[in-house]
């Protein structure tokens, strides 16, 4: 696949109004200030428009708007957001880990086998995800062998059913990323089918967007998802966003045979990455391995701070290779910070103009 430059250019026009404002919060203040000239609230309206459309309806200065939104935002990159796995199924211990450890958000995954069916049990959970504070959500739904795409279309429904109610509980408790997969369990895409898969993962997106929920397709190791090529059509012809195993790019034989590289997983669609999950590798039978160093992951790392994905699931599930992973990702954070400030002091010297 073509290479494209991925150097962060803060704002682009391709990018929608919920694009700018997830990774600019200081942004909307701009466009409060546009809102007059638009007539409306442009957030309320137009969130999930792409900018350049944006200016087209409501007749604004592309040039003059971008500038005004790169100006709030700073043009940096944000920090990442380190977020843990709900590994402990009290709440209270979930939380109180997360504080102790320096997690700042949660990434959690729905067990099919404990998901509310009744409204009381509907409200417990949303009560359990309250309690969880100032902590962010975002969430996950792992389900063995439940396929948007089945060949059979009772199941292919019976799985679209299944997310739409989750798409409706997250939505309850303000929640706004879904991650989901194609294929999972399976050991061959012979069950599925691609026409049915690409039209109802469409349709979820849709209703997604319509609870202001996104809906964020996860590359696996194996399977349609683990090919650059594939992956990129599921994306364009679904509208969904994106959400980068690292690790499953990395471990896939269409990486690792260099057919393709983990950047072909982003160049495409740079914009739409809106969640990472960071540890070394996946093996068969052991599952998600840590790294043993920085230079593990480093380069991956990088990738991800260059496209401004700000949410970085440690996606260990065992406290000691959990806090040896976060270790590692605050070295590599720590030696960023200090390697943007050494760039900005000389790029503040270089100004000075010398003394006559």
């Not at 690790?247 to 057919?259: D, L």
């Not at 990702?329 to 400030?341: I, P, R, S």
Request: hydrophobic share 35%.
């Amino acid at each position: 696949m073509g290479k494209t430059d991925l150097k962060q250019s803060c704002i682009h026009p391709e990018m929608t109004v919920l694009d700018v404002l997830s990774r600019y919060r200081k942004t909307e203040k701009v466009f409060k200030l546009y809102d007059k000239q638009a007539g409306e609230c442009i957030c309320c309206q137009a969130l999930f428009e792409p900018l350049k459309n944006v200016a087209a309806t409501y007749g604004l200065n592309m040039e003059k708007l971008l500038t005004d939104l790169e100006a709030a935002a700073g043009q940096k990159p944000p920090t990442p957001k380190l977020a843990m796995c709900n590994f402990f199924s009290d709440t209270e211990k979930l939380k109180k880990f997360a504080h102790e450890y320096g997690f700042s958000g949660i990434d959690f995954s729905f067990d099919l086998q404990k998901l509310p069916e009744t409204p009381a049990q509907e409200s417990k959970w949303v009560k359990d995800i309250s309690a969880l504070g100032s902590l962010e959500v975002r969430y996950h739904c792992p389900f063995d062998r439940i396929d948007l795409g089945h060949d059979d279309p009772e199941k292919a429904q019976a799985a679209k059913d299944l997310f739409c109610r989750v798409i409706r509980l997250i939505s309850k408790v303000g929640g706004r990323y879904i991650t989901l997969h194609i294929g999972l369990g399976h050991d061959s895409t012979e069950p599925l089918s691609w026409e049915t898969t690409i039209d109802n993962l469409r349709q979820l997106v849709d209703y997604g967007r319509a609870m202001s929920v996104r809906v964020c397709l996860e590359n696996l190791a194996w399977g349609w998802t683990s090919k650059a090529n594939l992956f990129e059509k599921l994306i364009r012809r679904s509208g969904a966003d994106v959400t980068l195993d690292i690790g499953h790019a990395y471990a896939c034989e269409s990486v690792q045979s260099q057919q393709y590289t983990v950047e072909d997983f982003v160049t495409p669609h740079a914009n739409r990455v809106f969640n990472a999950h960071i540890y070394h590798t996946e093996i068969p039978g052991k599952g998600h391995i840590p790294p043993e160093k920085k230079e593990d992951i480093e380069d991956r790392l990088s990738l991800l701070k260059t496209i401004g994905c700000d949410w970085w699931v440690l996606e260990i599930r065992e406290v000691e290779g959990l806090l040896k992973t976060k270790k590692i990702v605050d070295e590599y954070l720590a030696q960023e910070n200090l390697a943007t400030k050494q760039m900005n002091i000389e790029h503040r010297t270089s100004n000075i103009a010398p003394v006559k």
